[in-house]
Nanobody
Framework: QVQLVESGGGLVQPGGSLRLSCAASGSIFSINAMGWYRQAPGKERELVATITRAGSTNYADSVKGRFTISRDNAKNTVYLQMNSLKPEDTAVYYC??????????????WGQGTLVTVSS
């Protein structure tokens, strides 16, 4: 079993910053891609950013230049530094991780979600 624990969401004013964290634990052999997705009220879940084990990153156009994804492979943790936040960034943010269990069977898991609210 692989679990994800997210943290770092909250209420922030426009122009402010937040840092999200997502730690994976359990029977893990290796982790491939890690990423963040978000879902705003009444909208579909969308990709925010992803990062490969080697560190290659991909961002949604709407967050390029403002958000930075990073990971600590030793801690099985992915981060999302969010700067210059806008009201339209308000959403529940979900962590997504895929890799291989100790049994070498592959897995893909989602975090429970953390709410980010950008409002004055």
């Amino acid at each position: 079993q692989v679990q994800l624990v997210e943290s770092g969401g909250g209420l922030v004013q426009p122009g402010g910053s937040l840092r999200l964290s997502c730690a994976a634990s359990g029977s893990i052999f290796s982790i491939n891609a890690m990423g963040w997705y978000r879902q705003a009220p009444g909208k579909e879940r969308e990709l925010v950013a992803t990062i490969t084990r080697a560190g290659s990153t991909n961002y949604a156009d709407s967050v390029k230049g403002r958000f930075t994804i990073s990971r600590d492979n030793a801690k099985n943790t992915v981060y999302l530094q969010m700067n210059s936040l806008k009201p339209e960034d308000t959403a529940v943010y979900y962590c997504n991780v895929d890799g291989y269990r100790a049994s070498l069977r592959d897995f893909e898991v989602w975090g429970q979600g953390t709410l980010v609210t950008v409002s004055s």
